[in-house]
């Protein structure tokens, strides 16, 4: 790396970026900085940085309303909105914040039924197991009953099917809810389209 230093960088500033030399192949050196130039980029990448996730189990970052991106910017002019995370369509419809996480690169599950099946849940155990913080946001609460989370009643992430009937879907809809298990069992057992708000 030496014998590319630019004389304007302090010896203990940054390292200069190598400079390609035609015909001549990169040095392991050389390999070594670009991909760690290439890990701090990915690290300081703004999915990394909005540690917000929305109850459809997605980073903000992947909804219209958040993006950088040139194509999500251009539907967001236009009025459309989408859920993006990496190939895959979300039918969400509205940024919901739920949880904060060190690093939301583990939530891009689709939704596969309520509970466990659920994109929210299956990230939210990934990102446990990979040993990432995650905390629960401020003032969430049951979608049906209101009443909050906490300890001793948590609440389960689940994919309503379209209002009036409702009911669970075990497919990925833009209708999410986290649902006390009173509330779960009675929107399973038909009593409760899942829709309603008391
Ligand atoms: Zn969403
Ligand atoms: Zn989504
Ligand atoms: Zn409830």
Redesign the pocket.
């Known amino acids: 790396m030496t014998e590319f230093a630019d004389p304007l960088w302090p010896h203990d500033g940054p390292p200069p970026v190598p400079i390609p030399r035609p015909g001549v192949p990169f040095t392991e050196e050389e390999l070594e900085y670009f991909k760690r130039s290439d890990e701090a980029h990915k690290t300081q990448s703004p999915s990394t940085r909005d540690p917000r996730i929305?109850?459809?189990g997605?980073p903000a970052r992947a909804?219209t309303d958040f993006s950088l991106s040139e194509t999500q910017r251009g539907l967001r002019e236009m009025g459309r909105y989408i859920?993006q995370p990496s190939r895959q369509i979300?039918p969400?419809k509205?940024?919901?914040e739920v949880l904060r996480v060190e690093d939301t690169r583990t939530f891009r599950f689709q939704t596969k039924g309520p509970l466990n099946a659920h994109a929210l849940f299956q990230g939210a155990k990934r990102s446990a197991e990979n040993g990432h913080e995650i905390e629960w946001s401020e003032g969430v609460v049951c979608g049906i009953c209101a009443r909050p989370r906490d300890t001793e009643m948590p609440v389960y992430p689940v994919a309503l099917k379209a209002p009036p009937n409702g009911g669970i879907s075990q497919r990925a809809t833009p209708f999410?809810r986290l649902l006390c298990w009173a509330c779960y069992t009675r929107v399973l057992a038909g009593e409760l389209t899942g829709h309603e708000r008391f």
């Open positions: 929305c109850v459809c997605h909804h859920c979300c969400c509205a940024f919901h999410n």
